[in-house]
T-cell receptor, first 114, second 114 residues
């Protein structure tokens, strides 16, 4: 199936640990995104990459480091996890970094920090 | 930056009734307004969008209206069905911003009672 996929779907870890979330899209899109959805369902962009280059960085703590090995993949690494990092993280992609381009979302990764 | 407010936060309707969700935005330069539907355990999915050069757009039971002067836009769902139950997000974006950045409203949980 053509889609945006994320692994893992659930991630439970202790404070202070380092963890990664992987994202892959097989839609042939050039642009990928990471969003954070908090417990109140508020959805906020964190990063965007276009052709492996960072184009949006929305004042996210530098404990969060995205990496795009190629334009089909955008991974998110989080160092020194904190309780406030608990949320659902969504990866998305669009054909280009342009207005009017539909963003396709993955199924989300629920991160719980204990 | 852009700020999008969405009301109501929850909406309960009887099957067959209409549902209306309203959003206001702050940046008069915003010119693209998509609506996303998020079903339980899934990522948001685009259901309809409108550009600032039109005042209304329809797609079967779903319609969106835009009032640029007042800086508000609304989603209308007619003949609601139980499968319409989900969280709906409005969003705003403008041409020229870096990387197709969407600002989302806080979401509306729609419950359609059979």
């Amino acid at each position: 199936d053509t889609a945006v996929s994320q692994t893992p779907k659930y991630l439970v870890t202790q404070m202070g640990n380092d963890k990664s979330i992987k994202c892959e899209q097989n839609l042939g899109h050039d642009t990928m995104y990471w969003y954070k959805q908090d417990s109140k369902k508020f959805l906020k962009i964190m990063f965007s990459y276009n052709n492996k280059e960072l184009i949006i960085n929305e004042t996210v703590p530098n404990r969060f480091s995205p990496k795009s090995p190629d334009k089909a993949h955008l991974n998110l690494h989080i160092n020194s996890l904190e309780l406030g990092d608990s949320a659902v993280y969504f990866c998305a992609s669009s054909q280009a970094p342009l207005t009017y381009n539909e963003q396709f979302f993955g199924p989300g990764t629920r991160l719980t920090v204990l | 930056g852009e700020n999008v407010e969405q009301h109501p936060s929850t909406l309960s309707v009887q099957e067959g009734d209409s549902a209306v969700i309203k959003c206001t935005y702050s940046d008069s330069a915003s010119n693209y307004f998509p609506w996303y539907k998020q079903e339980l355990g899934k990522g948001p999915q685009l259901i309809i969008d409108i550009r600032s050069n039109v005042g209304e757009k329809k797609d079967q039971r779903i319609a969106v209206t835009l009032n640029k002067t007042a800086k508000h836009f609304s989603l209308h769902i007619t003949e609601t069905q139980p499968e319409d139950s989900a969280v709906y997000f409005c969003a705003a974006s403008r041409s020229g911003n870096a990387g197709n950045m969407l600002t989302f409203g806080g979401g509306t949980r729609l419950m359609v009672k059979p």
